[in-house]
Nanobody
């Protein structure tokens, strides 16, 4: 299984970025997909997750109404659209996949992880 995240970069506060995650080696439509992030010196934290059909997203309170998770099952891609970015959004962002259906906000519930993509928001 491979999850390849991309799309990170440097952006000014208030700007936008779109992250992508390309999945291979797994039955994509059987998996919830999620995004987590880890800032320097902090624990990896939940950002968003989306159901296999794409119909049910869940978000962390800290990013709700600013970020949107989506997926393209035909292309085996997961996206994280990030708007109104803040300096505190600076982190390495990881995509992850799981066939679990519970505790999806917990990193321990995820079976597969990508390598991460750096997002830096300047003030």
């Amino acid at each position: 299984v491979q999850l390849q995240a991309s799309g990170g970069g440097l952006v000014q506060a208030g700007g936008s970025l779109r992250l992508s995650c390309a999945a291979s080696g797994l039955t994509f439509t059987n998996h919830f997909m999620g995004w987590f992030r880890q800032a320097p010196g902090k624990e990896r934290e939940f950002v968003a997750t989306i159901s296999p059909s794409g119909a049910v997203p869940h978000y962390a309170d800290s990013i709700k109404d600013r970020f949107t998770i989506s997926r393209d099952n035909a292309k085996k891609l997961v996206y994280l659209e990030m708007n109104s970015l803040k300096p505190e959004d600076t982190a390495v962002y990881y995509c992850a996949g799981t066939f679990a259906t519970l505790r999806l906000r917990e990193k321990g519930s995820y079976n597969y992880w990508g390598q991460g993509t750096q997002v830096t928001v300047s003030s």
